[in-house]
């Protein structure tokens, strides 16, 4: 990869939607953390976040960052693995106790 591309690149990812493999919204991505050694991304801020997945867990306003390990294909919007998925499924194990 062109060095010169890489902050343009970076740049293009700022405002993309992030959804799960399965389709499940995330929320939008409002910046991104860089390891500046190795010039690589290593995480994205998100903010506008999904009420399903974070709703009792981020309070409103606030964001969450993702590990850009998590990331799977990056296109017009960005998909990351299902993991995101759990915090679901552990509010709806924690109102099942309930």
Known sequence: MDADATPQEITTLVGREVYSNNGVFVG????????LDSQAVTGLAL????DEL?????DPGKGVMLPYRWVR???????????????KDETEDEEALA
């Open 28 to 35: 939008e991505v409002e910046d991104v953390r860089l390891d």
């Open 47 to 50: 903010s506008q976040l999904s």
């Open 54 to 58: 974070f709703a009792g867990r981020v």
């Open 73 to 87: 294909a990056v296109g017009d919007v960005i998909l990351v693995n299902d993991t995101i998925e759990r915090l």
